[in-house]
């Protein structure tokens, strides 16, 4: 069985800035494709009362923690990593970027309710059913030609994150999931 994951929000609680994210711009970072260009180090900030969590979207990055981090590799899901300088309250912490490689027409098209644009790109989804079938062995991958990025992950990941007790992650089954276009 897979999921889909997403961010739980907990970092509407921070306040997180990034000095240098500009330096992204030449890099097409939202795209599921390797990187060649050189990666910068980001500068990161942080603060607020909260612990920051294992796991945060900051536009189209995603934030990993070592511990899950250590999953991830554990699981062999094709990823570039890339560390950060992250200061939360004033206190260093390890942080990466997890650029995810790949994706995956997973979708029943018959079953689903997909919008699309002119050019088949998925727009919006309005019902998503998944073909287990085309993840076999998959534990993390990117819908693909999805304008946002929905990100599937096998149950074994799943579990692996809630026996650490890793923090930042929802975990929706597909039915239960609505994502709407701009």
Not at 59 to 80: A, R, T
Request: aromatic letters at 10%; charged letters at 20%.
């Amino acid at each position: 069985m897979h999921y889909l994951l997403s961010a739980d929000g907990r970092k509407a609680n921070l306040t997180i800035q990034c000095a240098n994210l500009k330096a992204l711009i030449p890099l097409k970072v939202g795209l599921p494709e390797t990187i060649t260009s050189e990666f910068p180090i980001l500068e990161f900030s942080s603060s607020g009362k909260f612990v920051l969590p294992d796991y945060l979207q900051y536009g189209v990055l995603n934030i990993v923690s070592e511990p899950l981090l250590n999953i991830i590799k554990s699981l062999q899901i094709p990823l570039q990593v890339f560390e950060l300088n992250w200061q939360h309250n004033g206190k260093s912490l390890k942080r990466y970027v997890a650029h995810f490689l790949g994706s995956n027409a997973a979708q029943d098209e018959l079953q689903s309710q997909l919008v699309r644009d002119e050019d088949g790109f998925i727009d919006s989804i309005e019902k998503l059913v998944l073909d287990e079938q085309q993840l076999t062995d998959v534990h993390l991958t990117q819908l693909a030609q999805c304008w946002n990025a929905v990100y599937i992950v096998s149950d074994a990941f799943c579990q692996a994150v809630k026996q650490a007790q890793l923090t930042g992650m929802v975990f929706k089954l597909p039915q239960d999931y609505q994502e709407y276009g701009y």
